[in-house]
């Protein structure tokens, strides 16, 4: 019988602790040996800690429970349908991935100004023995135009349906 009153008053403290510091958002409480970020958590009837939605728990920078917002998979998939050179990747701090799909956009713009330089050289030359070359470039490019639409239509289910973690590694909202 004392424990549960004991446990009742535990509450009722914790409780009127948050009421009483309910202004500020940045206000840190104990919930039995965690300390619970108010912003992200709330105390439960147990002591423990309980993230809200869309909050999880970072321990990257401090030991305090809930203090890391998550990024959301829905504007990442957006940012990467609108804009396929990466912005997604970016945005949901996968640097690695965007770094390198960018690259590859680069490099598909760099074969795109080479193929049309080749194909002015040979209308105003009229050699016929360039026209392998340009061939080649031309499907080069073609081809990994395509191979990074593809990418950007798989990336953006990925983001849409969950399967990305952010660069936290940490399921995204």
């Known amino acids: 019988m004392k424990y549960n009153n004991f446990q009742i008053n535990i509450i009722l403290i914790i409780r009127l602790l948050k009421l009483i510091n309910s202004q500020n958002k940045d206000f840190q409480i104990i919930c039995g040996l965690e300390k619970c970020d108010l912003k ?10 309980t993230c809200n939605k869309g909050y999880d728990t970072l321990y990257k920078y401090n030991d305090l429970k809930c203090n890391y917002k998550k990024i959301s998979k829905f ?24 770094e390198f799909k960018l690259s590859l956009y680069l490099f598909l713009i760099l074969c795109c100004f080479f193929s049309i330089y080749q194909i002015k050289e040979i209308f105003n030359e009229n050699e ?15 081809g990994l135009f395509i191979f990074l639409l593809i990418w950007q239509f798989i990336d953006c289910l990925l983001f849409f349906f969950g399967f990305y973690l952010d660069g936290n590694n940490i399921k995204m909202n």
């Not at 504007?75 to 996968?94: D, M, N, P, Q, W």
């Open 128 to 142: 016929a023995n360039d026209y392998p070359k340009t061939s080649i470039c031309v499907l080069f490019s073609i």
């Open 75 to 98: 504007k990442a998939g957006i940012l990467e349908f609108f804009f396929g050179f990466g912005i997604g990747h970016f945005y949901s701090l996968r640097y690695n991935f965007a």
């Open 40 to 49: 992200g958590g709330k105390c439960s009837i147990n002591l423990n800690c």
